[in-house]
């Protein structure tokens, strides 16, 4: 079992920056891919950007070239560097992991980013 917890969400005016954290615990040898997900309200839970083990990187195309996403080599630190923001970032942001294809994901409790004047 992983357990997952974010952190570094906040309100921020449009053309902020945020950094989300996502700190796993729990017995992790390797992984599939690790990711942010996000719920904007009324929508419905979309993927955000992907790092896969072997450190590939997949940005929705909303968030390209202001979102990057990073992780630590002990794949235990996840992180999203958010440029530029614009209030239809605003959401729950979600941490998950996949250790393999057959493993169950691992979410964290999500972090509220708000993005406002």
């Known amino acids: 079992q992983v357990q997952l917890v974010e952190s570094g969400g906040g309100l921020v005016q449009p053309g902020g920056s945020l950094r989300l954290s996502c700190f796993a615990s729990?017995?992790?040898?390797?992984?599939?891919?690790m990711g942010w997900y996000r719920q904007t309200p009324g929508e419905q839970v979309e993927s955000v950007a992907v790092?896969?083990?072997?450190?590939?990187?997949r940005y929705a195309e909303s968030v390209k070239g202001r979102f990057t996403i990073s992780r630590d080599a002990d794949n235990r630190s996840l992180f999203l560097q958010m440029d530029n923001l614009k209030p239809e970032d605003t959401g729950v942001y979600y941490c998950?992991?996949?250790?393999?294809?057959?493993?169950?994901?691992?979410w964290g409790q999500g972090t509220q980013v708000t993005v406002s004047s």
């Open positions: 790092i896969t083990g072997s450190g590939d990187t």
């Open positions: 998950q992991m996949r250790r393999s294809s057959s493993d169950p994901p691992s």
């Open positions: 729990g017995r992790i040898v390797s992984i599939s891919h």
